[in-house]
């Protein structure tokens, strides 16, 4: 694997050159891509491209301002928050991350339906149980609240007036809870069962090629734990470390970390197994000329791994084969019970190997990275962008972008090329890149997340950023290969789940865990967002103005759909 040092002449290289009919992006990525719905350059007029060319960002400075803080050119309006009503049953959950949307007609780009993943909760607010109290006893009730809010959320969204809004007590509005039971997409039941209870550690997720929503269960191992096994092979339960619901709820560890697929319509909800057991961040699809689909997705945990799941049959994330990279040897390396010896050596069964794909990948060589999160393709070269956001025992802070260049282009290919084309740190202008997001033209967009106890802290390697932010690095013009800060997050928080509207002239973006340090509810770090409650809450914004539609070129792809 190739370590370069930020170079901007090399990263505008990397990003490649944009020229007139040129672009490899799948019909899948054009009609709906992952994170935005990007044009064809190839389709651009030499006076857009000469527009993208002139246009000037104007970068934010470092600031630990507690508010949504946006540089010259852009605005925002919040469209839902925390506990804000969706029907006459259900209220938004915590802690929003991930958003996606998908238009209820393909005509009508602003009519749809928004997903949004609620990762995990903070129980100061959530439930009220303060557990640096020790005087505190924690009670089912406290627990059951705090199922409620994390999970997903499906919300109507209309455009109304130029702006977002919330269809209320729309029939489509609905939530998935960790209370929701969601059937295995699998042939043989987990831990004896068919049918998990709940989805919960909601991180990033993706969009499938039929229109559905899917959301990652990360960080599982918080809320009932995990099982170890010795070299014998013999199982340790782990107790969470975390949240403690496995003091009140006896559900296996084996029926999270999962990607999970939902039906935006009906609801409806199953777990894909065939996709592996890990702290999944993200799960990116690219849909082969045959039908068949490619899913990359990450295991964001210190000294753990990148997969691919490669499947055999058209529109199918049950058949076909999990792969996991070799990045010294640019190998991507089966994890087939079948075919691959060791794993026999090791594992009862393929159901094995895959609730069990760290240790498998480890048995077969995988290369152990820096917490691998985001994964986007750029629509513009075909190659794979991965977020490594840091990895501090052993020494790095900041973190990186890697790049992944399949053989001759294939996504099916079983080998690749790496490269760390930039790092994170005061050079660059960023640390710890999370979530990725391509726009409509190309221009590659990125959160920050460092955490809230190590920010703006004197003694800190974070101190120089301040607050996470969202910035932008330009592919075309003067500025290209800048990293741009365009806005900074309130205190404690970090933005997240970047998704451009289909009319491009907003791009939806969660904050999350504002206030998150705060010890004691009649003092929060963040009163972000300012409401009647004068108390922090996660919430979903539009960010607009004339800057997103000129990086955008709307004149375009005005009345564009989804």
Not at 451 to 472: A, E, H, Q, R, T
Not at 532 to 538: A, G, H, M, S, T
């Amino acid at each position: 694997m190739d370590n370069k040092k930020y170079s901007r002449k090399k990263f505008i290289s990397f990003l490649g050159k944009v020229t007139l009919g040129v672009t490899v992006i799948p019909p899948f990525l054009t009609s709906c891509g992952n994170t935005s719905t990007p044009i064809k350059l190839g389709e651009l007029s030499n006076i857009q491209l000469e527009r993208l060319k002139t246009l000037s960002l104007e970068g934010l400075t470092s600031t630990d301002e507690d508010d949504l803080v946006l540089t010259k050119g852009l605005d925002y309006y919040t469209i839902i928050k925390w506990n804000d009503k969706i029907s006459n049953k259900d209220t938004f959950g915590f802690n929003c991350d991930f958003t996606c949307f998908i238009p209820l007609d393909p005509k009508n780009p602003n009519d749809g339906l928004l997903w949004v993943n609620h990762e995990y909760i903070n129980t100061l607010f959530v439930s009220g149980y303060n557990y640096r109290d020790p005087k505190q006893s924690r009670t089912k009730q406290q627990v059951d609240k705090e199922m409620y809010n994390v999970g997903g959320s499906i919300v109507r969204i209309r455009k109304e007036n130029g702006k977002w809004e919330i269809v209320h007590n729309d029939p489509h509005n609905r939530r998935i809870t960790a209370k929701t039971p969601i059937k295995f997409n699998w042939d043989k039941p987990i831990k004896g069962k068919t049918t998990a209870i709940g989805t919960l550690a909601n991180c990033s997720g993706g969009i499938t090629p039929w229109n559905t929503f899917l959301t990652c269960e990360e960080n599982y191992d918080g809320f009932y734990g995990d099982i170890e096994y010795d070299e014998n092979n013999n199982p340790t339960k782990i107790p969470s470390y975390g949240y403690g619901w496995d003091n009140f709820y006896d559900y296996p560890p084996e029926h999270y970390g999962w990607v999970v697929e939902i039906d935006p319509k009906l609801g409806m909800a199953k777990k894909h197994i065939a996709l592996g057991r890990f702290a999944h961040e993200c799960c990116t699809l690219f849909q082969l000329n045959d039908n068949r689909v490619v899913a990359y997705t990450a295991d964001d945990k210190n000294d753990e791994h990148l997969y691919k799941f490669v499947s055999s049959k058209p529109n199918s994330l049950k058949e076909g084969t999990l792969y996991v990279a070799d990045l010294q040897n640019g190998k991507w390396l089966a994890l087939d019970w079948k075919n691959q010896a060791k794993l026999k050596s090791k594992f009862k069964d393929q159901t094995e190997v895959l609730i069990r794909a760290r240790e498998a990948s480890k048995l077969l060589g995988a290369t152990e990275l820096n917490r691998p999160e985001d994964i986007e393709i750029d629509p513009i070269t075909g190659d794979i962008f991965v977020s490594l956001t840091n990895n501090k025992p052993k020494g790095d802070y900041h973190g990186s972008i890697l790049k992944i260049e399949e053989k001759n282009g294939a996504f099916d290919s079983l080998t690749f090329h790496a490269s760390t084309y930039i790092a994170g740190g005061e050079e660059s202008g960023f640390s710890c890149p999370d979530n990725l997001a391509f726009d409509f033209s190309g221009n590659l967009w990125l959160t920050s997340d460092m955490s809230g106890s190590s920010m703006n802290k004197i003694d800190s390697p974070y101190m120089p950023f301040k607050n996470n932010s969202l910035f932008v690095i330009p592919r075309h013009g003067n500025e290209a290969g800048k990293v741009i800060r365009v806005a900074s997050a309130p205190r404690d928080a970090e933005l997240t789940g970047p998704w451009f509207a289909p009319d491009g002239k907003s791009l939806f973006l969660s904050v999350q865990h504002p206030g998150e340090q705060t010890t004691h509810l009649n003092n929060p770090t963040s009163k972000w967002p300012f409401d009647e409650d004068n108390i922090p809450k996660p919430s979903v914004v539009a960010i607009t103005g004339d800057l997103i539609e000129k990086m955008n070129n709307l004149n375009k792809i005005e009345g564009s759909s989804c």
